[in-house]
């Protein structure tokens, strides 16, 4: 099996989803760091600090810097996602596979790879949209957000790329 990279379909489902956000204001092409909906500081394409290079809550990047970190973030989950899947992977199957990684930390506990392993891609989609929810206020709730993500992961995993792109409010290709 050849290592598989992260192709433009599944690049532009993360990046519809992880948008860069908290533009600075009077300082065009530049992002803050800020809070996300589940309370994870965040910067740039939905980096975190779980990853390099770190940041603090007073971080500004350029948008150089943002897709900086997003191709490391990018390489390290292609990186776990070509070690925990022992099948051929399509492309576009890979790809909806980094997009829930990057999003979830893609668990090796997780039911998903065993799915995955045994053959059973069918299963993949239905699978991937329980990973819909978040810790609000110590409350674990399903997000409009993550509903909507899987759901464009699902199509993609399936390669239906208009219907995930339609689902990730991307322009079509």
């Given at each position: 099996?050849?290592a598989l990279k992260i192709?433009?379909?599944?690049?532009?489902?993360?990046?519809?989803?992880?948008?860069?956000?908290?533009?600075?204001?009077?300082?065009?092409?530049?992002?803050?760091?800020?809070?996300?909906?589940?309370?994870?500081?965040?910067?740039?394409?939905?980096?975190?600090?779980?990853?390099?290079?770190?940041?603090?809550?007073?971080?500004?990047?350029?948008?150089?810097?943002?897709?900086?970190?997003l191709a490391g973030d990018?390489?390290?989950?292609?990186?776990?996602?070509?070690?925990?899947?022992?099948?051929?992977?399509?492309?576009?199957?890979?790809?909806?596979?980094?997009?829930?990684?990057?999003?979830?930390?893609?668990?090796?506990?997780?039911?998903?790879?065993?799915?995955?392993?045994?053959?059973?891609?069918?299963?993949?989609?239905?699978?991937?949209?329980?990973?819909?929810?978040?810790?609000?206020?110590g409350k674990k709730v399903?997000?409009?957000?993550?509903?909507?993500?899987?759901?464009?992961?699902?199509?993609?995993?399936?390669?239906?790329?208009?219907?995930?792109?339609?689902?990730?409010?991307?322009?079509?290709?």
């Amino acid at each position: 099996m050849a290592a598989l990279k992260i192709g433009k379909h599944g690049l532009a489902v993360v990046k519809a989803f992880e948008s860069c956000m908290k533009a600075v204001k009077g300082k065009p092409g530049y992002f803050a760091a800020y809070v996300d909906p589940v309370g994870v500081l965040t910067i740039g394409w939905g980096h975190t600090n779980h990853h390099q290079p770190k940041f603090d809550r007073a971080t500004v990047w350029s948008q150089a810097q943002c897709d900086a970190a997003l191709a490391g973030d990018m390489a390290t989950f292609e990186a776990h996602v070509n070690k925990l899947a022992k099948v051929d992977m399509k492309q576009h199957e890979f790809d909806a596979l980094v997009s829930w990684a990057y999003n979830t930390g893609g668990p090796a506990t997780a039911s998903l790879w065993k799915l995955l392993n045994s053959g059973n891609k069918a299963a993949i989609p239905v699978n991937l949209a329980q990973w819909d929810k978040g810790t609000v206020n110590g409350k674990k709730v399903v997000l409009r957000g993550l509903t909507r993500r899987r759901k464009a992961e699902g199509l993609l995993f399936q390669g239906k790329i208009q219907e995930a792109y339609t689902v990730a409010q991307i322009a079509k290709t």
